[in-house]
């Protein structure tokens, strides 16, 4: 099963693709997509639409492990714009009829850490230990990426999204 894992954001979106089958998983490629923050917020969407085409097109998977929105009441702004690049995201997905899964931040981290409340160091770690990397992966939206595809991967039947 190839999984592609995404941690959505305006400015910076985690992607990676997970290979997974009955007994291992294995990275393929992970990365970010950014956006420029002096363009108008239509063309930031543009090229993260056009990016995703391109890494859908590229690897093919089976599935898109998306985190959800989250919204705290002292930054709505930040989850409105997230919820854009996250928007632009289905969006390429539907038209490339790949199935997507959504999970909670806090269902990703408590599938690989058993903490929902992880720390994004804790995250980075724990897929670094998982995947047997070298390095801890960086930035932390790739880990979070990481993240969701893994537990995308665990999931019974890839059914059990928030």
């Known amino acids: 099963m190839r999984i592609l894992g995404v941690d959505p954001g305006l400015g910076v979106c985690g992607y990676a693709v997970v290979e997974k089958d009955a007994v291992r998983e294995e990275l393929v490629e ?8 002096k363009l108008a917020i239509e063309k930031r969407l543009n090229q993260i639409a056009i990016d995703f085409e391109a890494i859908l097109e590229k690897f093919r998977p089976e ?4 985190e959800q929105l989250y919204s ?6 930040t989850a409105i714009l997230m919820g854009h690049a996250r928007g632009v995201i289905l969006q390429k997905c539907a038209e490339a009829g790949v199935d997507v899964r959504s999970f909670s931040a806090t269902k990703i981290k408590k599938s690989l850490t058993g903490n929902g409340r992880a720390s994004k160091e804790q995250v980075q770690k724990t897929v670094q230990v998982i995947l047997s990397l070298k390095e801890i ?7 979070d990426a990481i993240a969701a595809a893994i537990c ?5 039947n890839f059914s059990d999204t928030d």
Do not use: L, T
């Open 30 to 37: 992970a990365g970010i997509v950014a956006s420029d923050e």
């Open 63 to 66: 599935v898109v492990a998306i």
């Open 72 to 77: 705290h009441y002292a930054h709505p702004r």
């Open 137 to 143: 992966p960086q930035p932390a939206d790739v880990a």
């Open 152 to 156: 995308c991967g665990n999931s019974k």
